[in-house]
């Protein structure tokens, strides 16, 4: 039986090629879970109003569980929080109780938080679907349609259930 002595300190082992130094774990605090459409990266909702994202996969590598800690930007000024955030084939979307913010990447590995023009938020975390390309959520006044940057609310004739009004013998929607 061959026998090998190891004579190189750990310290001096050259393992970049093997191991990449910010290969963190999925932070352990996220609540929702978005991707990884076109992006081909996964982005998490984390500690009420951060972004983290994880590195763009490539070929033979699982980049899914590869999550470095300044992948991460914050959606507002702080005091909302994110409840939720939908992606599309090409764009990314995350909503707060106020607004709805556009997530634009800036260069390899950098993303920063736009709000979307005369945008609404949602009213819970969960009131957000898409079919159709479209995107469909439930905000303070009603349910709306989204199409790239407009939103269009599409219930009208409801109105009165979310504006705390009784019609007709019917409750308004509680909240």
């Known amino acids: 039986m061959a026998e090998y002595l190891d004579t ?39 500690d009420r109003n951060k972004l983290c994202f994880s590195k763009h996969w490539e070929y033979h590598k699982d980049r899914a569980s590869n999550w470095p800690f300044q992948f991460e930007l914050q959606i507002g000024d702080g005091s909302q ?62 349910i709306y349609q989204q199409q790239g940057l407009m939103q269009q609310k599409i219930t009208g004739d409801l109105d009165p259930f979310f504006i705390d009004e009784t019609v007709h013998g019917i409750l308004p929607l509680g909240r």
């Open 81 to 142: 929080e994110a409840l939720n955030g939908l992606m599309t084939d090409q764009s990314i979307f995350v909503w707060s109780e106020d607004q709805t913010w556009q997530i634009l990447g800036q260069g390899a590995d950098a993303y920063v938080p736009l709000p979307v023009p005369l945008s609404h938020g949602l009213l819970a975390r969960w009131c957000l679907c898409s079919g159709d390309g479209r995107i469909f959520f439930l905000a303070k006044d009603g």
């Open 8 to 46: 190189v300190a750990d310290e001096n082992l050259n393992i970049a090629h093997v191991l990449e130094p910010d290969n963190d774990p999925p932070p352990p605090d996220g609540t929702v879970l978005i991707g990884p459409g076109a992006q081909q990266r996964l982005f998490m909702i984390r």
